[in-house]
């Protein structure tokens, strides 16, 4: 070749480059989100912005304007954080397996590019660059300003949160409507909860979430690097949902006043509390307490992509000095007594969540569910928060590993032992309760709105050989605990009881069994108390002394009445009853102490939707609710709220709601999505008494039938043909609280 054609052919790829610089190769740039988030299971986080799991190839398509010159070649960049702290170069061509590399396809005047992310690639906000690189690495065109989210992918067999059944990502990724059950370990009801993964911007909060917390406000380009591990992440989330010591979504409150709140048995989902916090600036909501902390980390977990469920310990143990015994203290009267420098109680019940995960950074044995708290309760490396801490570890008494096993152990394995303080000082014990902390460990069945008893995943049957293994690997001390063979005194106590409904009186039946010989003369002390259900002694409702004299091999029955003017002025917010009996008798070494805690049932409420609903087009409901109580109900406030349905609203009633009187209203709204649906409704009233305070029901639904039609119109340019042919079935179930359910056919 001579120097002129060399000349020629120089110039003319410099005229070309010119050219390309002028008009530029890339026109414009398709994320092809629609396609890629279908096929990524994030479609129902939004359909217009790129949503993607990692470890799952993604497609992104140039327009051109031509094509890519010989020795030319395209550029991939990444960036991470609001200030681009973290960088990643895209690889041309596959390599180890944790890095990111693509390839490229030509036709005509496109190009498909094929993105690939690692397993264990960093979540977060990407910002994308397309660079045209020359021959001798100048960037002679950049387009940028493009960026896409990515997530845990628990489809991916890679993915350390890998979950291989189907059925349970439904439910623990996919579900936005949930179940939390509260109540007693013999009474134990539901309410409804909406986690609401899916609507709009809460993925946006969710990561808002991660970018206040201490870690990433401390260093925010290494707090973003490990952003690829979920145990750092849940670590995280388990702190910055509750506000003790970061920037925090609930500030936590077990008492009233709630004034300057929302009480936390207000809530009916995670979205409102988690966009008032962002909407004031990252600002603590007020208020939650263990059940509203728990549904919004499950909320926050699942939508980033970790399998989650909430869980329901009952008679959980709160053991703050680690010798795995929850101490009560009662003076001779019964009534409780601080203990000196002590923190221990018992909740009837605690909830927590559980995330899936694989734990490389611990020894094999510990993958699987892992307890997350984010219930303000002990520090954990200094921060309020607890977990995340293997369920089997747990089980197995194995409570050196990380995070939190001991406290966690004791919540579900605590001893509960009653003294009696006398007026010396000196303690007696007279209750040693062996059996009762965690019980019924219960969470929402994959297969529908049921509960699923985990007991046995936290721990061996009560009394069994292993029991007592893990107990003492756990250092617990096992020589208190009774045989089988061991015998019973000769009198036995035990409290009986109906299922009561605030507003009404009732009454409960003390028993005292006597086993032995002779006739027995026993002194019979029966005390009723409110209390919440994080045992808070709210006030005495009824006290009664009596002598009793039970014949031998008879039992003898005493009834202590509650009428409603005996709780209403002090009953809590949870509407829990706490009974007392204890006998002392002569010739017995011990005296006798039970307790039970009596749940008061709400009154009902009616829910109705006539016709049919179609996606984007109005749907009425009607409610109804009938005062039952025997004073004038003030300040009814109905809030409804449900995932793709509505946001939380709203409805004041005028007026009070007289004793007996039935008061309905009628709501409108707009389905927005298709698929199987939750309307939550929750009354809240306060009763009008001079000396009384506010007080709050969730009602009760009754089955009322089924509604179905076909869809007419739909939101334009919001839905395919497909789509636009789907439609919405309403239907009322029977549940513990209001509750409509949506479905629409496949």
């Not at 980033?304 to 003076?331: C, E, Q, W």
């Not at 309760?377 to 050196?400: D, M």
Request: aromatic share 8%; charged share 25%.
């Amino acid at each position: 070749m001579t120097d002129t054609s060399k000349s020629q052919i120089l110039v003319h790829d410099r005229c070309l480059n010119f050219l390309l610089f002028v008009l530029g190769l890339i026109s414009d740039v398709d994320l092809r989100s629609r396609e890629n988030n279908s096929a990524h299971h994030t479609r129902e986080i939004d359909q217009k912005r790129l949503i993607v799991r990692r470890g799952q190839p993604f497609s992104i398509t140039l327009q051109c304007n031509g094509s890519l010159r010989p020795r030319h070649h395209l550029d991939l960049v990444l960036h991470l954080g609001k200030r681009d702290e973290v960088e990643i170069k895209v690889q041309k061509e596959r390599g180890a397996g944790d890095k990111w590399w693509f390839n490229q396809q030509g036709a005509q005047d496109e190009m498909l590019l094929t993105l690939h992310s690692p397993a264990d690639a960093i979540i977060g906000r990407y910002s994308l660059a397309v660079l045209l690189m020359s021959p001798d690495g100048r960037i002679l065109e950049k387009k940028d300003k493009m960026s896409f989210h990515l997530l845990y992918n628990p489809w991916c067999k890679d993915d350390v949160v890998y979950l291989p059944d189907e059925t349970q990502l439904q439910e623990y990724i996919m579900n936005e409507d949930g179940i939390i059950y509260m109540g007693t370990w013999e009474y134990i009801k539901s309410t409804h909860w909406n986690y609401g993964q899916f609507e709009d911007y809460v993925m946006d909060i969710c990561f808002e979430v991660l970018n206040n917390s201490n870690d990433a406000l401390r260093n925010s380009q290494m707090d973003i690097e490990q952003r690829f591990d979920p145990v750092y992440v849940s670590r995280i989330i388990a702190a910055m949902v509750n506000s003790n010591d970061d920037r925090g979504v609930l500030t936590g409150r077990w008492t009233e006043p709630y004034s300057d709140g929302v009480a936390p048995y207000q809530w009916t989902g995670s979205v409102p509390i988690l966009r008032q916090w962002s909407k004031a600036g990252v600002r603590a909501v007020k208020y939650g307490q263990c059940w509203v902390f728990a549904a919004v980390a499950c909320t926050v977990l699942r939508c980033l992509g970790i399998p989650t469920r909430l869980i329901t310990n009952f008679s959980s143990a709160h053991d703050v000095d680690g010798n795995l015994s929850i101490d009560f203290l009662l003076d001779e009267n019964l009534q409780p007594l601080e203990s000196r420098g002590g923190r221990d109680s018992s909740w009837n019940f605690h909830c927590w969540v559980e995330s899936w995960m694989r734990r490389d950074d611990l020894p094999k044995g510990n993958d699987g569910w892992q307890v997350l708290d984010p219930t303000p309760q002990e520090l954990s490396n200094g921060v309020f928060r607890c977990g995340p801490c293997p369920v089997t570890a747990i089980k197995e008494g194995n409570l050196g590993v990380k995070y939190d096993a001991p406290f966690v152990f004791a919540e579900v394995n605590a001893d509960i032992i009653h003294w009696i303080v006398q007026r010396n000082g000196q303690r007696r014990k007279i209750r040693v309760d062996h059996a009762t902390v965690g019980r019924n460990i219960s969470t929402k069945s994959v297969y529908g709105d049921f509960r699923d008893d985990v007991t046995l995943h936290y721990k061996y049957p009560e009394g069994s050989k292993k029991e007592r293994e893990v107990y003492e690997k756990a250092g617990r001390r096992v020589t208190d605990v009774p045989s089988e063979s061991s015998e019973p005194g000769r009198l036995q106590l035990s409290i009986k009881h109906a299922k009561p409904v605030f507003g009404t009186d009732f009454d409960v039946i003390i028993e005292v069994k006597n086993e032995g010989d002779q006739d027995a003369h026993v002194q019979l002390t029966m005390l009723a108390m409110a209390v919440t259900y994080s045992s808070l002694h709210r006030g005495n409702c009824q006290r009664q002394t009596t002598t009793v004299m039970v014949p031998a091999h008879k039992a003898q029955q005493e009834v202590l009445r509650l009428r409603y003017d005996d709780y209403a002025q002090c009953v809590s917010d949870d509407h829990l009853i706490r009974v007392k009996a204890f006998v002392e008798a002569p010739g017995e070494n011990e005296p006798l102490l039970t307790v039970t805690d009596i749940p008061l049932s709400r009154p009902e409420v009616f829910i109705q939707v006539p016709g049919k609903a179609f996606v984007c087009e109005q749907v009425k409901a009607s409610i109804s609710f009938t005062n039952p109580l025997p004073v004038p109900l003030k300040g009814g406030v109905f809030t409804l709220e449900g995932a793709g349905l509505l946001s939380s609203t709203k409805i004041h009633v005028s007026g009070d709601i007289s004793p007996g009187q039935t008061v309905s209203i009628v709501v409108s709204f707009s389905p927005m999505r298709t698929g199987v649906r939750k309307l939550l409704v929750t009354p809240f009233t306060s009763f009008s008494r001079s000396e009384s305070k506010s007080t709050s029901s969730f009602l009760t639904p009754v089955l009322m039938g089924e509604k179905d039609t076909t869809m007419d119109t739909v939101c334009p340019g919001e839905m395919s043909p497909l789509e636009k042919k789907m439609h919405v079935f309403f239907f009322i179930l029977f549940f513990t609280d209001c509750c409509i359910c949506a479905s629409v056919p496949h």
